[in-house]
């Protein structure tokens, strides 16, 4: 049996001539439609990344010696804000956005799960993302000296995380019991896949990162700091495990799911061995799980042997992943469009990063060191909780990440616009966000192997310049990514199925979807619907 | 009546028996929140150990945990599981007395629990900025009150439900998922009892 007869119009969709549409900002506001919060979620991710990148860049330059910030805190939080920005306001989010447009789609589902809450999310996020932002540019956030900015810093990062907790946990809950009969656990899209294994590996981190919080905060506001948890110099060491090996990996694991959609999709091809494929995804999530590596708790935590062992072992699942994509790329032998690069730069990036964690943990390179001495400062003195290498690898992650983000975006874009998006700025991006991810990463790496204290003014300075080119690299990335889905929406109407070779749901419906998104749909038998309608064509 | 004209070949397949979303949801929600607990009790011991480690004492002397409340406590909340799910049985075979009857008697274990938890702090007369034992203790207890207190509200919202009609035997996914939750926060409090309580 052919797998639709779907493609749902928007005067065919069974929801729509019940549904009393509001319009404008009201309508956006009070929105529950999975297509608005998803398209609302990915445009405040953008907007974020633009200012943590620049926050980066801006960082690396004031540590330049002979550059002056206004002090030696005002670094230290304006710092840590471009890193907290980079997890919570951008890579986070991003995912979050085009899980919660496309995955509803992928599973055949007719909304997310929860659409109330996944709304409520949203706009708590947005809402205390901008509580957070002021409070540090007002003079709060760590290290700060007005205590109560502090706090009110605190309050707004407990109540980002909380947010996209909630966001998460409708987004996995569409993918465990909203799927369409016949679709299987096994038979879900990778992206959907992935984004139940983040999800899970999220929660579990997430949950920790807000126990740290608390203790952080109760100790700051009700025991003014009496104990280490809510003393200024302790408190981001002890956040600072969300960004460092093994947990950062974590922040990659939609990648995956979205460079294994496109393979198959440029390939039109099945997926060989899809379950071997699948597994990695879920090994790489769980050896990312790094909750317990926390440092500020953990004394000499490169040699404790479970960290050696997750350090090393992040790596291999990538190796499976990768084979996976080699092995439909042979099959398929795909044209190489812009989002096919981007998802396998972003790939051979997170290799990259992989081989970074196993190096740190090689006792004879001495690659971690004290996380607050001065002779690290040059680059790092603004990040006291990690150390030079982990600065780097975490750079190389979310960088790895981000354009993962980016091909799901050039990927899914006419889905998401409604238009043909052009692949030329993508195309771009590859070069753009590869070089960027290197320039932001490697100076740190520099560091790292030169022992810190060898490292002279003239070379910190050079590094310094080198990091801020690729923050201003990875800037460009994502305006290009902006540039191309904004300058679609005057181009031609997207068809169903623009790539012409979708496999899975999302691409049986219209460009943008109607209310309801689907028609009547049959019964699925396979992880590719689509491909059988065709072969039975 | 029985329909003649009926033909079993054409009637359409059962639906997939799925997990109901809210019961999903609401293990997930579970899952961060023991994450929650984890983390805090990890980071407890952690400190504990680093303590003994070195030769020093991790309990205050000027502190007194007693165990009895603790234990009062913690068979207040086992009963009350009992309770939970004597509700949720209820709920399955539309025995509506039985349900009211057992999600009242669980609030009410809830209620004396937040009653005894604060007679078993007022005890100990800790100071919350005393020392990194009393900090961990206080925001562990508290924050499990939080939980408690979450559960009851979420009990009183399917109560609700239950009295508005919507907790039938066909559909009581609204009573199971109240009862999951519960469940975790009791799992939470067997670990506090534990690490704690007993250990110390």
């Known amino acids: 049996m052919a797998m639709t007869e779907t493609s749902a119009p928007a005067e065919t969709a069974p929801d729509a001539a019940d549904t009393h549409e509001v319009g404008g900002l009201a309508g956006m506001l009070g929105s529950g439609d999975h297509k608005v919060l998803g398209r609302i979620w990915i445009t405040c991710a953008l907007v974020f990344g633009l200012m943590g990148f620049t926050l980066v860049g801006i960082t690396a330059l004031g540590q330049v010696p002979d ?84 706090d009110l810093s605190l309050v707004a990062f407990g109540a980002v995380v909380a947010s996209l907790l909630l966001a998460t946990i409708c987004i996995m809950t569409t993918v ?58 302790a408190q981001f060491p002890q956040l600072s495990w969300v960004i460092s090996q093994p947990a950062v990996f974590a922040l990659a694991i939609p990648a995956l799911g979205i460079t294994s959609d496109i393979v198959v999709g440029l390939g039109r091809s099945r997926q060989p061995q899809r379950g071997v494929l699948l597994a990695g995804i879920g090994l790489f999530g769980a050896v990312s799980f790094g909750a317990w590596a926390q440092p500020g708790f953990i004394r000499d935590l490169p040699e404790n042997a479970f960290f050696v062992g997750a350090s090393v072992a992040v790596g291999l699942p990538l190796f499976l992943v990768l084979g996976g994509w080699i092995a439909a790329l042979v099959r398929g032998k ?27 943990v090689m006792k004879p390179l001495d690659l971690y060191g004290e996380p607050t001495t001065a002779a690290v400062g040059a680059l790092t003195g603004a990040v006291w909780g990690q150390d030079a290498w982990q600065v780097g690898l975490a750079g190389l992650v979310v960088v790895a990440a981000a354009l993962g983000a980016f091909a799901g975006l050039a990927w899914w874009g006419p889905k998401i616009t409604g238009h043909v998006v052009g692949d030329g700025p993508a195309k771009l991006v590859v070069l753009t ?11 740190y790496f520099v560091i790292g192997f030169s022992n810190s204290s060898e490292v002279s003014g003239s070379t910190l300075k050079t590094l310094s310049y080198a990091t801020d080119a690729g923050a201003v690299l990875v800037l460009v990335s994502i305006l290009l990514i902006g540039f191309a889905l904004l300058k679609s929406l005057s181009g031609p109407a997207a068809a169903n199925d623009p790539w012409g070779g979708g ?21 699925v038998e396979s992880a590719e619907p689509l491909l059988d309608g065709a072969e039975e064509v | 009546m029985y329909d003649e004209t009926l033909n079993l070949a054409e009637v359409p397949a059962a639906p997939v028996a799925r997990p109901r979303v809210l019961i999903v949801a609401t293990a997930f929600a579970a899952v961060a929140a023991l994450m929650y607990f984890a983390g805090l009790i990890g980071i407890y011991l952690t400190q504990r150990a680093a303590e003994i480690a070195q030769g020093r004492v991790w309990l205050p002397e000027s502190v007194d945990i007693p165990l009895t409340q603790a234990n009062m406590l913690f068979g207040t909340l086992l009963l009350s599981v009992i309770l939970i799910h004597w509700a949720s049985q209820a709920a399955r075979n539309d025995d509506r007395p039985h349900l009211y009857l057992a999600l009242g008697l669980t609030l009410l274990m809830g209620f004396a629990f937040i009653n005894q938890s604060f007679y078993l702090l007022s005890l100990t007369e800790m100071d919350l900025a005393a020392g990194r034992f009393e900090l961990l203790v206080y925001t562990i207890a508290i924050s ?54 007993v250990m110390k």
């Open chain 1, 67 to 150: 550059a002056s910030f206004p002090s030696a805190n005002a670094a230290f939080r304006i710092s840590t804000l471009g890193r907290v920005s980079m997890l919570l306001l951008f890579i986070l989010p991003l995912f979050i956005g085009l899980a919660t447009y496309v995955v509803p789609l992928q599973v055949g589902a007719r909304t997310i799960a929860f659409p109330r809450a996944a709304g409520a999310a949203l706009w708590t996020w947005l809402l205390a993302s901008a509580v957070m932002l002021g409070s540090f540019l007002a003079g709060g956030g760590f290290r700060a000296e007005d205590q109560r900015l502090v």
């Open chain 1, 176 to 233: 465990v019991a909203l799927r369409t009969q016949g679709m299987s656990l096994d038979r879900v899209p990778f992206f959907s896949w992935s984004m139940l294994v983040a999800g899970a590996v999220w929660l579990m981190q997430l949950g920790v990162a807000m126990a740290n919080l608390a203790l952080i905060y109760v100790d700051h506001h009700f025991a003014g700091a009496a104990t280490p948890f809510g003393r200024a110099e």
């Open chain 1, 334 to 360: 795909p044209k190489v469009a812009g989002p096919l690069a981007l998802g396998l730069v972003s790939g051979l990036l997170l290799m990259g990063a992989a081989l970074a964690s196993a190096l740190y």
């Open chain 1, 433 to 443: 966000g590869g070089l960027g991810a290197l320039l932001i990463a490697v100076p």
């Open chain 1, 503 to 523: 496999q899975t749901l999302e691409w049986a419906t219209a460009s943008p979807p109607a209310q309801g998104n689907f028609g009547e749909l049959a019964l």
């Open chain 2, 144 to 197: 499990h009150m939080i939980m408690l207190m979450a559960a009851m509200l979420y009990l009183v919202v399917v109560a609700f439900r239950a009295l508005g009609g919507q907790e039938t035997s066909v559909h009581h996914d609204g009573v199971k998922s109240a009862a999951l939750l519960w469940d975790a926060m009791v799992l939470v409090y067997g670990l506090i009892w534990i690490s704690i309580y």
